[in-house]
């Protein structure tokens, strides 16, 4: 199964285990049946999972704690840091697991996260390990996820919680007047950033314009970014992607390669609360190939505008 969808403003896929599909459903945190038919075994950083009966199915959303953590409660207002395993409840195989490669980052408020696993992981705790066990309803829906997940099949959960931050809800802190030339930046009513693209031509080289600095922690190269970002073609204005949107922040490692390249160099040595516009030329976006997905070609200058929420 391929539970990954790529941002346009990523140079890789990310992990997309939290695709939400339409439908609700109550959650039920008990450490009763069905729960006590999984088997938690391997290591602490290989674990796996066991069924002892299957199918495994649950009608709502079911956790339970294996250890409970000492941090803090866990708010829809959280991005939080966790690895996972998912498996199958009808036949119990694994369909991913983060142990051994990247703990994944994702905020809880998310448009794209499964509605079973913001009630599975709502009030846990930090330094958690949890199973939460998903019915359909509450993850892919009717259509499923196929090949590996049915329409009528409980997807499990392994979670261990490593993290957790609040970050801002918007740039805060000093205006700083941009240079002329650049695209414009306006807030609509909304909060929204809006961009006005000149009709100049665009540099050739990498531009990064502070509009609005932050008084937080300087953002380093390896930590996980939490930012709200739209990104636009330079030459027709027109926006390819943008959380705003999407409902959905970026968590990503930023300085690692899995941004694109001018974004990983415009934002490492910001800090957190600023605003910043980058400007990319194709070497520092998508180069010649482009993203075809995003509607981007390969001689397209690409513009960016990020607000710093965290970078933990």
Do not use: W
């Amino acid at each position: 199964m391929r539970i990954f969808r790529l941002r346009a403003v990523t140079a890789v896929v990310v992990p997309l285990v939290f695709l939400a599909a339409c439908g609700s459903g109550s959650s039920d945190k008990s450490s009763g049946n069905p729960m006590d038919s999984i088997t938690v075994g391997g290591t602490a950083t290989a674990p796996t999972l066991t069924l002892k009966t299957k199918p495994l199915t649950v009608k709502a959303t079911t956790t339970k704690v294996i250890t409970e953590g000492k941090g803090a409660a866990l708010t829809k207002d959280n991005s939080i840091t966790f690895n996972y395993i998912i498996i199958n409840g009808k036949d119990g195989k694994q369909i991913e697991s983060s142990f051994g490669k990247s703990a994944v980052s994702q905020d809880l408020s998310a448009a794209s996260l499964l509605p079973g696993l913001g009630k599975g992981l709502s009030g846990q705790h930090v330094g958690s390990r949890l199973l939460v066990a998903i019915p359909p309803v509450d993850a892919f829906g009717a259509q499923g996820s196929p090949p590996t997940i049915g329409p009528a099949d409980t997807i499990v959960f392994l979670i261990d919680v490593v993290s957790a931050t609040t970050p801002l809800k918007t740039a805060t802190g000093a205006a700083v007047t941009p240079k002329a030339g650049l695209p414009t930046v306006k807030v609509d009513a909304k909060g929204v950033p809006v961009v006005t693209v000149p009709k100049t031509k665009p540099s050739a080289k990498l531009v990064v314009q502070l509009l609005i600095k932050g008084d937080g922690p300087v953002v380093k190269a390896g930590q996980t970014l939490t930012a709200a970002y739209t990104g636009l073609v330079y030459g027709t204005g027109k926006v390819f992607d943008s959380s705003y949107a999407s409902g959905n922040l970026l968590n990503q490692p930023v300085g690692k390669g899995q941004l694109v390249p001018g974004f990983d160099t415009g934002i490492v040595g910001q800090t957190v609360g600023s605003r910043v516009l980058l400007v990319l030329p194709p070497a520092e976006g998508y180069g010649a190939a482009g993203n075809p997905q995003a509607g981007i070609k390969g001689t397209d200058t690409i513009v960016f505008v990020v607000d710093i929420l965290a970078a933990t």
